[in-house]
């Protein structure tokens, strides 16, 4: 404790040996700035110490409620996986990585991951939207149908089922039927 207190010293962060121990033994609350000054004297990044040795068993409660194993506590740490229950899409909108997508900061790894992660987030919520407009899109063309609907709206509808990939063929061999029923 005194040779890092030393070291913090010599960078100009200055903290007694008792405050040390204190920060060590859990006693203290561990500042940013703090744990900043103790990565840089130590010569490590900041997420060696705060992240858990790869090995370790125990059980992490990083917030209220929530427990994980360290494994998973790391991957939350370097901005590898959400916490359980969080938004995926705020995590990857607010990744690291996903900061430096289309800069030229980072290196080509860190940006791809950083694009994959926001790109998955998106692609869940994408099919969603989309599912729902095919299903509205063909509710709206049998509404259509089920009337006398004009040229003009039977061509609307089918443009629109076309852009959104929906088939209509079971519309028209609906209308088809129609037809051939009141023959």
């Known amino acids: 404790m005194s040779?890092?207190?030393q070291r913090l010293a010599d960078q100009g962060f200055v903290i007694s040996d008792n405050r040390l121990w204190n920060l060590v033994s859990g006693r203290t609350k561990l500042h940013v700035d703090t744990l900043f000054a103790i990565a840089?004297?130590?010569?490590v990044s900041p997420l060696a110490l705060q992240t858990m040795p790869l090995d370790d068993t125990?059980?992490?409660?990083p917030a209220p409620g929530v427990q994980v194993s360290a494994s998973r506590f790391n991957s939350w740490v370097i901005g590898t996986e959400p916490l359980p229950g969080a938004s995926k899409t705020s995590y990857a909108e607010?990744?690291?990585y996903g900061a430096q997508i289309g800069r030229v900061r980072g290196d080509l790894?860190?940006?791809a991951r950083g694009l994959a992660m926001l790109l998955a987030s998106r692609a869940e919520e994408a099919a969603s939207a989309a599912e729902l407009l095919r299903q509205?899109?063909?509710?709206?063309a049998a509404t259509l149908l089920n009337g006398e609907p004009s040229e003009d709206l039977l061509r609307s509808a089918e443009a629109l089922s076309h852009r959104l990939g929906i088939d209509v063929s079971a519309i028209d061999r609906a209308d088809?039927?129609?037809?051939g029923a009141s023959e």
Do not use: I, M, N
């Open 58 to 61: 125990r059980e992490v409660q």
């Open 109 to 111: 790894d860190e940006r």
């Open 176 to 179: 088809d039927s129609r037809s």
């Open 94 to 96: 607010f990744h690291p």
């Open 136 to 140: 509205q899109a063909l509710s709206y």
């Open 3 to 5: 040779t890092l207190a």
């Open 40 to 43: 840089a004297a130590l010569g």
